[in-house]
């Protein structure tokens, strides 16, 4: 425990977190190197796997692996080092293919070998492909044996309240039964989409709350590599007259995800044939077996909570905004929140910085996160209305022609929705109070360096300096003496 110079009461931490999934563990990972104490609180066991949802960790995001020591564990989880983490684009996934993005595999990006898009990017740290039922463990692993963190699995925090010198969170224990409460400065609602701590604070979320209907499937397909007469790919985006969707490779053996997208008039009728989407989007015949091994029906929305902080109070994630999960904005928008809110809430709790810092969290991620769930939302929709060429999967000249066609299109977009380092981030509003540097994105290769508890602490660190593009042309950390 911890307490306060001016309550007789002690605080049972500096901070509560409400939501044990990888945004709440890492404010909770980055607020233990600065020295504060947590406790979280998620209701699912220890080291229980999620569901396959997110499959794409950001640059932004493995800069912040780098940091607490997890990049390299990170990149050897899910997919085989060797197998590639292209996007490619057919008529299904064993299919004509007509198009590819070429993305480096996790063993190509060590040797620094890898060609694509992203390898050009001045980040320490490129993208990787794993899915987040592989991720998350590694995160839960890690922060359950930090110094500062109390990880309280298996406990549900059933309410909210705050006074003006902390706030008080009610849980049960799912084994025991019996009620209890903690006691911290602040409280982080990373709770998910149904937020109980958003509700408690009275906060709504506006926008479009319907953009598409989606069926995932996760399926165990023995020999399904066998059938493609193409390089391996980590995604596979299905363009036919039958159906669209994707399917995503998740061990790189024969598990993976199918994401099925439903018309509007199937989503009102609920008349879709589930295997025959399967199959169609696979392209197996009916004597093809597969393992079903999880499903789930979804909507994609465009939602933004109207606020994001009440007083001691704040949300991140999908507690305060929810959005199409395309091109890996959803979990790592969530976790750009975190890192802020955890920077703020360090200095103020640590004492170099005014409570008024904390101002900045809503002032930057809210209309950031306006923009960037626009930008989702408007990359679903081109996606989603481009009309399919009448030849798509006829021989001849005129198939050739209407696959290169699609196939140039389908590239674009995909290239122009792939997060790049820091757009999660965002630009903050003219305006508002921001506690963001400006100027140039330095290039650097800096070593695995913990976050500082207090300002200026990274440019007294020995071993690495940073230098400017105008400095050096490779890009490259300069030893410093």
Known sequence: ??????????????????????????????????????????????????????????????????????????????????????????TSATGIEF????IPSAAARRRGDGAGPDT????????????????????????????????RNDTRCTGVAQDEHGVTATLRDSTSGPEST????????????????RKSIGARLHGDPVLQHVQSTCVRVPGLAEQVDADPAWGVYVFNPRRQGHVYAIDGRDVFLVHTYLTPEEAAHGSVDRDRAVRDILGVDDDVAYEVLSKEDWVARRLVADTFRDRRVFLAGDAAHLWVPYGGYGMNAGIADGLNLAWLLGAVVTGWADESVLDAYAAERQPITDQVSRLAMGHLRKIRDTDLPAHLESAGAAGEAARRELGELAYRLKCSSSPRPGSTSGTPTPGRP??????????????????????????????WATASPSTTASGRGTRSS
């Open 1 to 90: 425990m911890t307490r306060s110079p001016d309550l007789p009461e002690p605080y049972d931490a500096d901070v509560v977190i409400v939501g044990g999934g990888p945004v709440g563990l890492l404010v909770a990972a980055d607020l233990d190197a600065r020295g504060v104490s947590t406790i979280v609180l998620e209701d699912r066991p220890f080291l229980e796997p999620p569901n396959v949802k997110c499959n794409h960790v950001s640059a932004r995001t493995m800069e912040a692996m780098r940091r607490l020591g997890l990049a390299d564990v990170v990149r050897s989880a899910g997919l085989p080092a060797d197998h590639p983490q292209d996007v490619a684009f057919r």
């Open 99 to 102: 198009g590819r993005i070429p």
């Open 120 to 151: 050009s990017w001045e980040t320490p740290e490129p993208p990787h492909r794993v899915n987040q039922r592989y991720l998350e463990p590694i995160i839960e692993r890690h922060v359950a044996a930090l110094p500062h963190v109390d990880l």
């Open 182 to 197: 903690v006691r911290a400065r602040y409280l982080v609602g990373a709770d998910g989409g149904r937020s109980l701590v």
């Open 434 to 463: 921001s506690s963001r540097r400006t100027g140039t994105r330095p290039t650097t290769r800096w070593a695995a360096t913990p976050p500082r508890r207090s300002p200026g602490a990274a440019c007294r660190t020995s071993g």
